[in-house]
């Protein structure tokens, strides 16, 4: 149950980026000028951008429930249902606290210290709760929990805020490790086989990074800020020229560092081990060549919904893959020979 | 029927028709304080950084606010005939000229680019691209488009961010753009009951019923404060 689940709020995860892609892409960010309501109401009139952007958000509530669920089922597991009771006044204390200063700030345009105060107490609680719980499944839905309610609590900055550059980045950023905790728990560590594990967490690292310059990159408007290709105008690096155009080809580039760090690391995995992780090592390079293409589909298009949006799928796709190879392996060394089952 | 009589019923048809439709007039008064338009940043690309620009976003005179678009949404009867002009959407200085403008169904929109540089005009109603097109330099041939559906056109260059253009397309025809003044007069209304939305890109909407008689002008007035959110 807890890996199907898990599974589910993976799978809507994915959902939920590429419907936060749409967001962006549409220009959707700020069609509700309130958070957590929209233009007061919990279902406004689904139109245009309202719609758009309503989507997402209660696509993230779903995400939200399924994650409150996962905790509750494995907190049970561990018989430790006084925790998960704990985990639920605190998420109530950071929710509370979260949609009072977002009414207040909406209202008067200050943040209330106090509300501050209390979310700050809130992952306090958290931070204890997961030092307390027992099982490796319950801290780690109790991050992913911690992690979704943080992430809500980003989406609502970005609409107080008026799309501030280093809270839409930062919304991006975490969306993707609650990816990968959800696919850590729905994959499970009960079956791990003996395979090289440093490239897997050096290129995941990479693909990870190489996510945060690309959301950089779009939510700075630095996305066509060269249009040639492969070069930019003109040369490779182009000198004496903004720092958006670097950051730019810096995105470009990094995406040739990520292409061989994936070879790398696939090879490295397939060659030791079989059946899903080897087909999970081979799909790597099949969606870092898709995204190479997608990114200049991107600029060739002019940044058009489908390519942009599908650039951002694919790269969720990718650092999935890689959260699922992390789980699903062992160092050779540290392999219990009654689970080590190395090919 | 002779000529001159046949002049003279037409005349008797015609002219209290025409003296029937009146005008919804105003003034879109901004009562909060004004903000600074802050410097838009448009150096990374070396032709539009040349000229230093601020934020057009919000432009306020005397109380007054500027670009509102003010558009009867409920209450007209008919679909206005479409101009026989073209509205004219060009690029300038990386910027788009004007900055909002009106049009009407069916009526022709052309984009022209006068800059030596790249823009891609990328239109949107609501959430949908109307259409994304490249204008390599100002020898690109103009883009021309005719516009199908009413509501805010807004109009992006991907490659330069801070690009925003608006067309209200209307339906009945009936709307103004407040200019410096922010007065506005909608022309040619049937006496009727009429809603009538104001639109600011930043600062969003606001209604008002208004009732136009025949032989008076409508006066109705908005006001802004700048606590507003919404828009484009």
Known sequence: MIRRLSAAAAALTVVLIVAGGVVTNTDSGLACPDWPTCFGSAMPRMVGNVAVEHTHRLIATAVGLCTVALVVLT???????????????????????????GHVKHATDQLPLAAVVLVALGYAGFAWSISRTHETDGKL?????????????????????????????????????????????????????????????????????????????????AGLVCVDLPFCRGALW???????????????????????????????????????????AFIAPALVVIQIALGILTIVTFKELVPVTAHLLVAALLLADYAALLAMTREPASVPLALGVSA | MTCSRLIAVAAALIIPAAAMAETIEGEVDFTGKPPT????????????????MT???????????????????????????????????DQKDCMYEPRMTTAVVGQKIVAKNGDPVLHNVHT???SSTLFNKGMPNDKAAPIEYVAKEEGMMKWKCDVHPWMRGY????????QAMTKGDGAFKIDNVPPGKYTVESWHEKYGTKTQEVTVEAGKPAKINFKYDGTEKGGA
């Open chain 2, 37 to 52: 338009p802050g410097k838009l940043h448009r150096e990374a690309d070396p032709f539009c950084a040349k000229k230093t």
């Open chain 1, 75 to 101: 907190l049970r597991r561990a018989r430790q249902g006084g925790l998960a009771g704990a985990l639920a006044g605190f998420s109530a204390l950071i929710l509370g606290a979260s949609f009072w200063a």
């Open chain 1, 238 to 280: 182009p000198a004496g020229v903004h720092p958006m155009v670097h950051l730019h080809m810096a995105h470009r580039a990094f995406a040739f560092v990520v292409l061989g760090l994936v070879f790398w690391s696939s090879l490295r995995v397939a060659r030791s081990s079989g059946g899903l992780i080897r087909a999970l």
């Open chain 1, 141 to 221: 839905a109790a991050a992913a929990l911690m992690v979704v309610l943080f992430q809500g609590l980003l989406g609502g900055l970005t609409v107080l805020y008026r799309l501030p550059t280093l809270v839409l980045v930062m919304h991006l950023g975490t969306s993707m490790l609650f990816l990968c905790l959800a696919v850590v728990l729905a994959v499970g560590r009960g079956r791990v086989i003996a395979a090289p594990r440093g490239p897997l967490w050096l290129t995941a690292a990479a693909v990870y990074l190489q996510i945060l310059l690309g959301a950089t990159v779009r939510h700075t408007g």
């Open chain 2, 124 to 126: 949107y109603l609501g």
């Open chain 2, 167 to 174: 067309i209200g397309v209307s339906k009945s025809g009936l």
């Open chain 2, 55 to 89: 934020d057009p976003a919000v432009l306020t005179k005397n109380g007054k606010l500027e670009n509102v678009w003010v558009h009867v949404t409920k209450g007209a009867k008919e679909a206005a005939k479409p101009p026989s002009d073209t509205v004219e959407m």
